[in-house]
T-cell receptor
Framework: GAVVSQHPSRVICKSGTSVKIECRSLDFQATTMFWYRQFPKKSLMLMAT?????????EQGVEKDKFLINHASLTLSTLTVTSAHPEDSSFYICSARLQGIQPLHFGNGTRLTVT | SQKIEQNSEALNIQEGKTATLTCNYT??????LQWYRQDPGRGPVFLLL?????KEKRKERLKVTFDTTLKQSLFHITASQPADSATYLC??????????????FGSGTQLTVLP
C-alpha cells in the first residue's frame, strides 16, 4: 500500500518552455504532498508543501511564480516549471504521507533537463 | 545553524560483514529520526523510524540506534549483501505533530557491498 506515482520519469525541454510534473497517490488520499529537488550527491531540499484545495506553502528561496503547484484533488498534485532555464535542470521528487508521524512515500522522481 | 552530517560520502564493505552508517546532528532537538534507502534515479524508500525516547529499533537485518545525548544515530545492516548497495539517507524532524515541513535530510552515504 501507500504508492506514489510520478510522471514523467524523464523530460527534456528547451529553454523558455514550461514542463508539468504529476504526482499521484494511487491507493490513499493525500491532503498534503511535498515537492523536493535533489542535486547530484546532495540532499533532498524541500521546495514546497502542496495542500489540497488551498495554496501551496513555499520554502524560503523558492520562486512560487516559477514553480507552480496545484493540488486539485486528494490524489493529484502537479508541479509546473515555467519558463525553464538550464539551471532548473535537476531531479524533482514528490512525496506524501498517510497521516501524523508516518514515513514519507516518494514517487520515483523526474529528471528534468533544460537545453 | 542546524546541521546533519552522514559519515563519509561513500562506504565499501565486504559481503557478509556488518555495515555501520552514522548520522550526526547539531543544533537540533529531533522528535524522531528516519532512515531511507535511495537507488540511482529513484525516489527514497522508507526503512525505519525511531522516536526520541527509543534507544533502538530493529527490522530484519537492519538496526537503528538513537542517542540524543551524543546527537547521533547509527544504522546497521548485518550480513550485508551486494543488493544492499545504495545510498542511505537519514532524516530528522523536530516537529512532533508530523507536519513534515521540518523534516530535514542528510546528504546520504553511498554504500557498496563487494561480493
Amino acid at each position: 500500500g501507500a504508492v506514489v506515482s510520478q510522471h514523467p520519469s524523464r523530460v527534456i525541454c528547451k529553454s523558455g518552455t514550461s514542463v508539468k510534473i504529476e504526482c499521484r497517490s494511487l491507493d490513499f488520499q493525500a491532503t498534503t504532498m511535498f515537492w523536493y529537488r535533489q542535486f547530484p550527491k546532495k540532499s533532498l531540499m524541500l521546495m514546497a508543501t502542496s495542500n489540497e484545495g488551498s495554496k501551496a506553502t513555499y520554502e524560503q528561496g523558492v520562486e512560487k511564480d516559477k514553480f507552480l503547484i496545484n493540488h486539485a484533488s486528494l490524489t493529484l498534485s502537479t508541479l509546473t516549471v515555467t519558463s525553464a532555464h538550464p539551471e532548473d535542470s535537476s531531479f524533482y521528487i514528490c512525496s506524501a504521507r498517510l497521516q501524523g508521524i508516518q514515513p514519507l512515500h516518494f514517487g520515483n522522481g523526474t529528471r528534468l533537463t533544460v537545453t | 545553524s542546524q546541521k546533519i552530517e552522514q559519515n563519509s560520502e561513500a562506504l565499501n564493505i565486504q559481503e557478509g560483514k556488518t555495515a555501520t552508517l552514522t548520522c550526526n546532528y547539531t543544533n537540533y532537538s529531533p522528535a524522531y529520526l528516519q532512515w531511507y534507502r535511495q537507488d540511482p534515479g529513484r525516489g527514497p524508500v522508507f526503512l525505519l523510524l525511531i522516536r526520541e525516547n527509543e534507544k533502538e529499533k530493529r527490522k530484519e537485518r537492519l538496526k537503528v540506534t538513537f542517542d540524543t545525548t551524543l546527537k547521533q544515530s547509527l544504522f546497521h545492516i548485518t550480513a550485508s549483501q551486494p543488493a544492499d548497495s545504495a545510498t542511505y539517507l537519514c532524516a530528522l524532524d523536530i516537529d512532533p505533530s508530523g507536519s513534515a515541513r521540518q523534516l530535514t535530510f542528510g546528504s546520504g552515504t553511498q554504500l557498496t557491498v563487494l561480493p
